[in-house]
């Protein structure tokens, strides 16, 4: 948990300090308040003011080659180290001493008691007295117990509400680096190291030793999240001018650095400690990091170092990342310069919400990232609902059902073609009475399950007919067709059954096709078929039903007033899948094609009239015959092909349509189906979430495409995967157009600028 205290001290020249506890609150809008309005009072610190100084005196005059180059040293100044050491603990015991007041404990039992060890601890501290920000308040015992709290300095009252950080619209955190020279040229390599900034996000521009115009310049027309200064590094040899400029007269440029985005500064110079309060106070900066004397540039860059680990690629606060960089640092220079560490300051705007490294650069929260999938996934599907997608979907599909390897052809069927060569030989069109009551005769000697007579027979087509009308009358396996009318297409034409033939041992020929002219569906039943063709049950239907019934098993279809079977599964319905707009006047199924090349096994009609077919070619088969010739034209488009080549006639059709009903009872083979509303809309909000997720964790253009595109191929083959094993139609195209807006809407929403404030200024970087 995230907290921020506020402790007010106000200076009293008789009495020493009244001390209040402005608040202890939760980070963020809607945080708590635990406490507040706790008042204390401190004692005058003299003694610890004295403490310091001779801390101060004994540091200072540390030999130079200590204090900023961090060379190597004589026995003398060693002696010096130590007693710089031994000052340091007396400024330690000296300081938890003062604070041990009893006019302070009702405070730090308030602190104790609201906050957890755990917690992470933004504590800002507001003084009309600026010499108690000089003390090394990191060394208070709280302090030692609270391992996730820093301190932060305030020159501004803590009233009021903060303010939101904005984003800079960028995929990159942008760092302006102004150093001076290093003292070997291996650290300026190690500092411009690339791929350690790529690792974080962050593009840096160096200025090593410039012209105080050229940073100027740099500050004016640039748009920076963080501005590093370091004005340490002065050393033997010619002196340069960035070494000796005066970071005051930059002041107009940092406040317009500041108003063109600039939000955390680290300096590192003689008057640091004036700029890092400049930017803070006079510029409204959220927070700057300053350096209270110049330090060893190897001391900042390590500094820099761990301060980028723990911020950027750990993603601590920022507070919590400059402690523990501050507690590494502390541990690795206590033998080489004593306390260095107590030299950082942190100064903070409290009318500013602190960044977070995220927010930097345009990042998008978990938030953002939820309601643009939510607000895409509704838009997609009442799109998908008002049928805007049908035409994208269907294409689709049928994309899929062509990438589908081939199945082999259904031996229980046998396709009788009547081909153009058959009627070219016999000289019938249509074929006679007679020719085909001699089929029916031979093909009924090898006992085949049943007949299916794909020809519409509502008239005599002699010779023949009373030898055709008795077999009519007579077979029991022998199911012809009607054509039922429709009552919205005024041109359509009704066709009825074959005279003398029983109701029973007919089924409507009705082939339904979608808009752009491709068959994609099975009607298997009518409600209300009309007179001339009163058959409520398809041609397959009636042919799928002989089958089931002569191996006495329980048919599929709701024949003669029965149920609809649970084989067969749901049923096409308005508004289903990807038909938004369906004519629903019946029971249909998708058409889940066995094969693009031959559904079954195919023979000639003039093959079975000369008995070239042998009879288990026939026997306990369900036989279908009908035209194949072209020049009769009864054909149609597929999703495997739109051109006069590629249609299939109707009793191939017809012979897909048995074959897919009796692959799926008796081969187990997955009839194809779509979701219920519910589960469409949580697929395509699935990868609305992915699209926006992608975008959440990739920061860079180039990453959030790559990852798109993945995320389709993937979206793309789960699709297939589940068409092809379990039958089930996920919606491709809605989730495909979710998931790639969400990701857009995402990177336009972390692409907004927002006029945040942010500077960071630092010497050599590792």
Known sequence: MEKVVKLLLEYDSQFGYDVELVEIKEEGEQGRTLAEGVTGNLPHAYSLFQDYRDWWDKYEKLDELVRVLNKPVASSSGKSVIACQEAAETVKESFNQWLDFGGFHKIENSLRTNLSKKDYIRFLIKSDDERLSDLPWNTWDFFEDYRYAEVGWSFTEFRGQETSVGKNG??????????????????????????????????????????????????????????????????????????????????????????????????????????????????????????????????????????????????????????????????????????????????????????????????????????????????????????????????????????????????????????????????????????????????????????????????????????????????????????????????????????????????????????????????????????????????????????????????????????????????????????????????????????????????????????????????NRIVLIGYTAPSVGNTFSTPYGFGRNQQIPTVVLHAQMVSQVVSAVLDDRPLLWFLPLWGDVVWVGLWSGVGGAIVWQCRKNRERYLGVIMAIALLFGACFVSAMARGVCLPLVPAAIALVTTSASAIAASSVPERWAVSINFQGLP
């Open 170 to 619: 960028k995929n990159a955190v942008s760092i302006l680096a102004v150093v001076s020279a290093p003292n070997s040229p291996e650290k300026l390599a190690d500092f411009q190291d690339e791929t350690r900034w790529d690792r974080v996000d962050a593009e840096t521009e160096y200025l090593q030793d410039p012209f105080p115009r050229q940073v100027r310049d740099r500050l004016w027309d640039g748009s920076w999240d963080i501005l590093l200064i370091d004005k340490s590094g002065e050393s033997e040899g010619e002196t340069l001018e960035w070494q000796t400029v005066n970071l005051a007269s930059f002041h107009n440029s940092l406040k317009t650095a500041v108003d063109n985005g600039l939000k955390l500064a680290i300096v590192n110079g003689k008057n640091g400690i004036e700029v890092g309060r400049q930017l803070v106070v006079e510029h409204q900066m959220s927070t700057a990091i300053a350096v209270r004397y110049p330090v060893p540039e190897e001391f900042i860059r390590e500094f820099f170092h761990y301060f980028m680990v723990e911020y950027a690629m750990r993603k601590h606060s920022l507070y919590v990342a400059i402690r523990k960089a501050r507690d590494r640092l502390a541990d690795e220079w206590r033998e080489k310069l004593p306390n260095v560490d107590w030299l950082l300051s942190v100064f903070q705007n409290p009318t500013k919400k602190l960044p977070s490294w995220r927010q930097l650069y345009g990042g998008v929260t978990p938030k953002q990232v939820a309601v643009a999938s939510m607000v895409c996934t509704v838009l997609v599907m009442c799109a998908r609902m008002l049928g805007m997608l049908q035409g994208w979907e269907l294409a689709a599909f049928d994309s899929m059902m062509r990438m589908r390897p081939p199945e082999e052809p259904d031996n229980r069927l046998l396709v009788v073609a009547i081909t153009e060569r058959d009627i070219q030989n016999s000289g019938e069109y249509p074929v006679s009475d007679r020719t085909l009551t001699q089929v029916l005769d031979k093909l009924m000697e090898y006992k085949p399950t049943a007949v299916g007579l794909d020809l519409f027979r509502n008239r005599p087509q002699n010779p023949g007919y009373p030898e055709f009308s008795t077999h009519l009358h007579r077979n029991d396996r022998l199911v012809t067709i009607c054509q039922p009318g429709d009552r919205d297409d005024p041109d359509s034409i009704a066709i009825s059954p074959p005279p003398r033939s029983l109701k029973n041992r007919v089924g409507f020929s009705k082939i339904v096709v979608d808009a752009d002219g491709i068959v994609r569906r099975h009607l298997v039943s009518l409600e209300n078929p009309g007179r001339e063709c009163s058959i409520s049950q398809a041609f397959s239907t009636k042919l799928a039903h002989q089958y089931f019934q002569d191996r006495e098993i329980d048919s599929p279809f709701a024949v003669d007033g029965g149920q609809w079977g649970k084989k067969l599964g749901p049923r096409l319905a308005n508004r289903r899948g990807f038909y938004a707009r369906l004519d629903t006047k019946g029971e249909q199924l998708l058409l889940n094609y066995r094969n693009r090349e031959q559904v079954a096994p195919q023979v000639s009609l003039t093959e079975i009239l000369n008995d070239e077919i042998q009879s288990d070619a026939i026997a």
